[in-house]
């Protein structure tokens, strides 16, 4: 079965950090360019980062450049967000999704249950 | 940086009618880099169409995507029960990367 399941979240404070993990499994990994996006509570779903299936490519939204940090350990089928100086803008349901990407743009079609990160004093 | 502006915001309608979900982007997007998705309350959400017209894997044929340049939209032919939900798009390509439009709740009447 084609799964991702994210770890990681949790309460924390203002300016504190948190890692994110997602652990893939039922298909090649390293095959698939990855994506973190997220939800806070009650709105719509926001792009956080994406990395290329070997770390080709990495971009971030404005949002979170400088403080948060995408990678992949393929040997690991895992992929990761290091998020540094977190504010309470960035409490938020977190999901990582496998992102299908060729010549055109198939989707991200393949997402995990979310892990729940809260900023809070 | 490119918007997706959904419209309407809410959309009332009853089992077997038809949804009608608009799409506008602030400039031009290939339709090639244009997804939709559901997401029910309390889930992830769930790929329905790709390059604006192509439906995902194990998705009903109720479901039709169309759309180029600045406008796109998701038709649900017959809304069935488990349709009600929060429909979004997403654009792949111009700046920022990725990009989601604010989404559609469809809700029965």
């Known amino acids: 079965e084609v799964q991702l399941v994210e770890s990681g979240g949790g309460l924390v404070k203002p300016g504190g950090s948190l890692r994110l993990s997602c652990a893939a499994s039922g298909f090649t990994f390293s095959s698939y360019s990855m994506s973190w996006v997220r939800q806070a509570p009650g709105k719509g779903l926001e792009w956080v980062s994406s990395?290329?299936?070997?770390?080709?490519?990495?971009y971030y939204a404005d949002s979170v450049k400088g403080r948060f940090t995408i990678s992949r350990d393929n040997a690991k089928n895992s992929l990761y967000l290091q998020m540094n100086s977190l504010r309470a803008e960035d409490t938020a349901v977190y999901y990582c999704a496998r992102d299908r990407i060729a010549a055109d743009y198939y989707g991200m079609d393949v997402w995990g249950q979310g892990t729940t990160v809260s900023v809070s004093s | 940086e490119i918007v997706l502006t959904q419209s309407p915001g809410t959309l009332s309608l009853s089992p077997g009618e038809r949804a009608t979900l608009s799409c506008r982007a602030s400039q031009s997007v290939s339709s090639s880099y244009l997804a939709w998705y559901q997401q029910k309350a309390g889930q992830a959400p769930r790929l329905l169409i790709y390059?604006?017209?192509s439906r995902a894997t194990g998705i009903p044929d109720r479901f039709s995507g169309s759309g180029s340049g600045t406008d796109f939209t998701l038709i649900i032919s017959r809304l069935e029960p488990e349709d009600f939900a929060v429909y979004y798009c997403q654009q792949y390509v111009s700046s920022p990367r990725w990009t989601f439009g604010q989404g559609t709740k469809v809700e029965i009447k």
């Open positions: 390059a604006a017209s």
């Open positions: 990395i290329g299936s070997i770390s080709s490519y990495i």
